[in-house]
């Protein structure tokens, strides 16, 4: 079955870097765009960063833009998500999100996505 798997989420300072992961399993990884959401306590999901399937070009919020990089591995189907300079507003629940069927429009869309992880939570102090 579709399995998506988050790791990497911790307690850190501010101005720390993290390195989040998701492993893949069950679909065509290598044909889709693969994402990170995150949901901070009542507050909607929001849209992080992505990676387009077709040209692997790579999007990202203004907030985390400068910030963060997300990069895939097709051989190990694995999709992570850098995060350097984190600050205080960062903390949140991340969560990988993919789709082999997703149209570019609909990129920031939580709801467009097929397969979704569990997600891990990243918190961070001042």
């Known amino acids: 079955q579709v399995q998506l798997v988050e790791s990497g989420g911790k307690s850190v300072q501010a101005g720390d870097s993290l390195r989040l992961s998701c492993t893949a399993s069950?679909?065509?990884?290598?044909?889709?765009?693969v994402a990170w959401f995150r949901q901070a306590p009542g507050k909607e999901r929001e849209f992080v960063a992505a990676?387009?399937?077709?040209?692997?070009?790579?999007y990202f919020a203004d907030s985390v833009k400068g910030r963060f990089t997300i990069s895939r591995d097709n051989a190990k189907k694995t999709v992570d998500l850098q995060m350097n300079s984190l600050k205080p507003e960062d903390t949140a629940v991340y969560y990988c999100?993919?789709?082999?069927?997703?149209?570019?429009?609909?990129?920031?869309?939580?709801?467009?996505?097929?397969?979704w992880g569990q997600g891990t939570q990243v918190t961070v102090s001042s």
């Open positions: 069950g679909f065509a990884f290598s044909t889709a765009t």
């Open positions: 999100a993919a789709s082999n069927t997703l149209i570019l429009s609909s990129l920031t869309t939580a709801r467009q996505y097929a397969y």
């Open positions: 990676l387009w399937r077709t040209t692997g070009r790579t």
